[in-house]
């Protein structure tokens, strides 16, 4: 009995562990400068009423473009497709060219992208 006490409290121990570097893991952002200069937004425009985007939408499009560039430090970005998904969502489509200095993978950019940019639909880079 004392065995099994003394391995459950191993196990348990080693679960804290294990949640507690996960937690030291998670990559911290830091935003990148932005300048408004360097988006075409009258093709953001032509883009979005060639995808019959609404015209709420395509004022949040540029909030969700300069995120974007915040966020990875975007050489380029080219808006690629939008779709309304099965959940009557909007969908936003984005290539992004990364710097050569990339400090994090696709995957943690596109977690952080997709969690701001979530209240306006969903987007994939």
Request: aromatic share 10%.
């Amino acid at each position: 009995m004392t065995v099994y006490e003394k391995i459950e409290k191993l196990v348990k121990a080693a679960h804290i562990i294990n949640e507690k570097q996960k937690e030291s893991k998670k990559p911290v952002f830091e935003t990148y400068p932005y300048s408004a200069d360097n988006i075409n937004t009258v093709n953001l425009t032509r883009l979005g009423e060639s995808y019959h985007v609404e015209i709420v939408l395509q004022e949040k499009i540029k909030t969700m473009v300069e995120t974007i560039i915040r966020i990875t430090n975007a050489e380029k970005l080219f808006w690629s497709g939008f779709t309304i998904n099965s959940r009557n969502r909007p969908q936003f489509d984005f290539v992004v060219l990364l710097p050569p200095n990339a400090k994090y993978s696709y995957s943690d950019y596109l977690t952080q992208v997709q969690s701001k940019c979530s209240e306006i639909g969903s987007v994939l880079i």
